[in-house]
């Protein structure tokens, strides 16, 4: 994975239909995603279930580019393993999950993955400066984690901004995940984010079989992030 600061449109399965994992992530690459997003929780840490790291491995197989791993779990580390080798390039684990976040970044690693940080919305960013040498992405959660389809916590565009300039010139990626629209790409893009996770804005009005949405939802997102 080399890094780049240009906008990357990141369709989260979330949204996708779980019985058709491998045709979704398939359909929504071949309509123009960049990274493919894969939301795992756990029931605990968020309030939902959705997959763990067996279906991370089925799905591999079916993503040609970037298979970003989301985790939603806590414990984390004792997983970090199982999901390096399940074919994750990402693996980002929250900065909640446990007391140890450093060692679980340097651990992801460890383990041949990018290592990204997940921060929940109540969650200050005081902690980010001592991690910045062990992480290559930021995931800022401008939802409460667990469901998609919530709105954009309009607090969050100030940590947005701060985490952009805190970041600097490190090849760091910021990404947004949560509530993501047409509507607020741009000025996510605006604040400093350059990959935009979206469940809903990109799976609405399609399907497997009737994909041509997809791409016409992530070519919108994209001219919008990019102020076209
Ligand atoms: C929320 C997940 C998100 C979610 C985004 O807990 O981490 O990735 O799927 O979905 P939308 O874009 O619908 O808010
Ligand atoms: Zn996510």
Known sequence: MSFS???????SILS???ANFGAECRAVEAEGADWIHVDVMDGHFVPNITFGPATCAAIRPHIKGVMDVHLMIAPVDPYLETFAKAGADILTAHLESGPHVHRTLQTIRALGCKAGLAINPATGIDAVPHLLDDIDLICVMTVNPGFGGQKLIPAMMGK?????????????????????TEANAASLTAAGADVLVAGSAIF??????NPAPYGANIRALRAAALGD
């Not at 600061?5 to 369709?11: D, E, L, T």
């Not at 947005?160 to 509530?179: N, Q, T, Y």
């Not at 609405?204 to 079989?209: D, Q, Y």
């Open 204 to 209: 609405k009005g399609g399907s497997v079989t």
């Open 160 to 180: 947005i901004a701060a985490l952009r300039e805190m970041v600097g010139d490190r090849p760091i990626h910021i990404e947004i995940d949560g509530g993501v």
């Open 16 to 18: 996708a239909d779980f």
């Open 5 to 11: 600061r240009a906008v990357k449109i990141a369709p």
